[in-house]
């Protein structure tokens, strides 16, 4: 495994590679690797010669209040994981080689990027594309992989790459979750053992909620009550942000729920902030 530093010199391996007939794929991350990023290496490892991680904790995609300076990281950590999957290369750049002194080109996927976590976060999306749209030119990926935790995020990329005629195919994968349900992400590592206990109801309230909905309640408005209700027994809850259902294609909330559908979250527990979906 060979740990690269610069775009140009990633680019052109990959190219080269590409020239040779091998198929690239692809896993952008942040870093601090979990069960849930190893899934994405493994599916990428399986469907291609080459997999390419890339760790890159990506300023524009935070808000000036959010965890920019104390987002995990531990490079070592990331290394020896990747290495036991298996994996080609990881792209570990400089924030001066991905935005140098003059950088001034954004690309923004419109209506996706606004609802559900768009509304609280406002230009993450926009940060989100900026960085993917730029790891693809690098990486120059045939697949790329991309968890469905973050449901919107890989939305938003599909449409990206529909619209901008990218030559990569974007596979969405199942969401990774602990043995007691809580879907695995970095930020679970700011929780304590009482606010991990408080972040289970998320998922009890989205199963609740899956399960009104399999028993035969469509109307979209008791579905989220109950998702609510659930979420608010956690003892720990200090903000839901948003319980949305929501057409899985549009993302655009629904009154009648159908099979499908989204059921979207974003909750703080004390100061972590965490979101969950499932599908109806
Ligand atoms: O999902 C993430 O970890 C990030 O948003 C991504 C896709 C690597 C872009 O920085």
Do not use: W
Not at 57 to 67: A, H, I, M, R, S
Not at 98 to 121: A, H, I, N, W
Request: glycine share 6%; proline share 5%; charged share 30%.
């Amino acid at each position: 495994m060979q740990v690269i530093n610069n775009p140009k010199q990633m680019q052109d391996l990959t190219l080269s590679l590409k020239k040779e007939g091998k198929r690239i794929g692809f896993v952008p991350t942040m870093g601090y690797l979990h069960e849930g990023h190893l899934s994405l290496i493994r599916c990428s490892k399986k469907e291609n010669d080459i997999t390419v991680v890339s760790i890159f904790v990506n300023p524009l995609q935070f808000g000036k209040n959010e965890d920019l300076d104390k987002y995990p990281r531990d490079f070592e950590r990331d290394k020896t994981l990747c290495q036991k999957e298996g994996v080609d290369f990881i792209f570990y750049p400089d924030y001066k080689d991905m935005y140098p002194e003059g950088y001034q080109t954004y690309v923004e996927v419109v209506e996706l990027s606004k609802g559900l976590c768009g509304d609280f976060r406002p230009g993450h999306f926009k940060g989100v594309t900026t960085v993917v749209l730029k790891l693809f030119n690098i990486v120059c990926p045939d697949n790329a992989y991309f968890g469905k935790k973050d449901y919107q995020q890989l939305k938003v990329i599909e449409r990206m790459v529909k619209d901008l005629n990218l030559p990569v195919n974007v596979i969405g994968c199942p969401i990774v979750r602990e043995p007691d349900g809580l879907a695995m992400s970095s930020r679970n590592s700011y929780l304590s053992k009482e606010e991990r206990d408080s972040a289970l109801f998320i998922y009890k309230g989205l199963i609740e909620g899956k399960k009104l909905f399999e028993s035969g309640e469509k109307n979209s408005k008791k579905i989220k009550e109950i998702v609510i209700d659930t979420i608010k027994k956690a003892p720990l809850l200090k903000e839901i942000q948003y319980v949305e259902l929501v057409d899985k294609s549009s993302l655009k909330p629904k009154e009648t729920a159908e099979k499908g559908d989204i059921i979207a979250v974003a909750v703080y527990i004390e100061n972590t902030r965490l979101i969950d979906n499932i599908e109806l």
